[in-house]
């Protein structure tokens, strides 16, 4: 991909808002399914159409970008993200490749002595359920693999961990907390204490960096928009204001900020646009705090409630009144029924219509019913989903089905059923827990493990661009058309083609004449797109290596 620039002016000084005129290659665009060019003026989409009728913008233009026949699309939308979280992943103990107990605390004695001046010892991402034997470190094997220092050690759903006895010694009474376990891994507001211990030993520096390396990560990833879940049971105020202030004065992709506390002036005083994220109704099914109807098949309980209908009312009622999104993390099957229950009792007080109109939204809602998709449908409930999840935990012998059963395993994720009742979807990664992937998080929607929960290509990018717009009340972004906001990446790829996975998924023709435009090849095993360019409101955010 080669520019001709104006002499004197730099394209990737992030003060510049310069027409630019991208030509030669694919535009990804429902205004033009054959466009081969596109014009971004002030930050906007200013045209899109052909390579003929590009000549007449050529002398008009501050620079021209020959595509060389890469690929323009929307920048991805991440809808639910963990921003430091994700940067202290990246920068920190990565334990999502062990595969074994062996091999994690290998990993956590050499992390250790490689930092030996870190006040805590910050890892994430084990999975006891993928490892022989399926058992997590006791916390004596801890206590000896970090040389007796402060560690935390989140599980990859980030809703339990394993900890050192010198890091439970930092949060006084935490053996009187719900979810404490003497040599188990700990949940709920056990959890809760040492994580905000483990993430208060970190310093202002350390978590810009962290910060900064996800979004610059994000943006390599040709994502333009991050939807930030924060709140006070997972980060604190600092680390949302910093994050936002960051966001804003530093090019890079937008940072939208949810805080996900019952407190819905103080979320709005914050610079959130919702009261939501993660506000917790319940658990994950990893960690087995998912709340369920049904006990676990591995497990003699249903898992744990945070939040009853009438909780989940009150704050719906409260947001709804304030302009404000709610928003709910809801897994289990009684998670989500209860956060239905509670937006029909919010639609009695305050009235339907207002309900829909705020667009309240469910993060992840795993375990959906025929009923549950219909109400969703009913008060306009955006589904926040992370498609990886199947990916990495569905099937016959993953997880899901370890904790649930292969009959409900199935059920999980049907992603076909929302969309044809009109549920609208954002598609994120909730990362650290599964990484920064997007066109890994489209192949996982359209190939999911049951096959009749898969959509096409085309409606999971459009969830994973357009959708996570939506989400935040925009109707007129995440798409290339005259006016959107100047959000795009542009992608080495192979051909491009309109793909189903199979017959039970809606098909567009792949005849050019069908007016469908294509998108890469996603199909198991084939190469995904590589980003040569990310751009946010016609600025560029990153540059390949090889630009």
Known sequence: MSQSTAPGNDPRDPSNHRTVLLRGGDVHSPAD?????????????AWVGSEGAADAFADGVDDVVDLEGALVTPAFTDAHVHTTATGLALTGLDLTGARSLADALVSVREHAAARPHDTVLLGHGWDAARWPGGRPPTRAELDEAAGGRPLYLSRIDVHSAVVTTALLDLVPGVTERAGYHPDAPLTADAHH??????????????????????????????????????????????????????????????????????????????????AAGDLFVDGALGSHTACLHEPYADAAHTGTAYLDAAAVAAHVVACTEEGLQAGFHAIGDAAVAAVVDGMRQAAEKVGAARVRAARHRVEHAEMLTP???????????????QPVFDALWGGEDGMYAQRLGAERARTLNPYAALLRAGVPLAFGSDSPVTPLDPWGTVRAAAFHRTPEHRVSVRAAFTAHTRGGWRAVGRDDA??????????????????????????????????????????????????????????VGGRTVFVGPDE
Request: aromatic content about 6%.
């Open 33 to 45: 399914p054959f466009a081969t060019a596109m014009v971004v003026e002030r930050g906007h989409v």
């Open 193 to 274: 204490g040492v994580r905000a211990a483990a993430l208060g030993a970190i310093t202002p520096q350390q978590r810009t960096e962290a910060q900064r390396a996800a979004l610059r990560r994000a943006a390599s990833l040709g994502i333009g928009s991050v939807h930030e879940c924060a709140g006070p049971e997972i980060s604190d105020e600092d680390d949302f204001t910093g994050l936002l202030r960051l966001a804003a004065d530093e090019p890079g992709p937008r940072v939208v900020g949810y805080w996900a506390e019952r407190d819905v002036r103080r979320a709005k005083e914050l610079g959130a646009i919702g």
């Open 371 to 385: 009923e549950t998709i219909a109400a969703f449908a009913e008060f306009g409930l955006t589904a926040s989903v």
């Open 478 to 535: 995440g798409i290339l058309v005259p006016g959107a906001p100047a959000d795009y990446a542009v992608w080495r790829t192979s051909d491009l083609v309109v793909q189903a996975p199979d017959d039970r998924v809606a098909r567009w023709s792949t005849d050019p004449r069908s007016g469908t435009p294509g998108l890469p090849d996603l199909s198991p095993g084939a190469e995904l797109p590589v980003c040569l360019r990310t751009v």
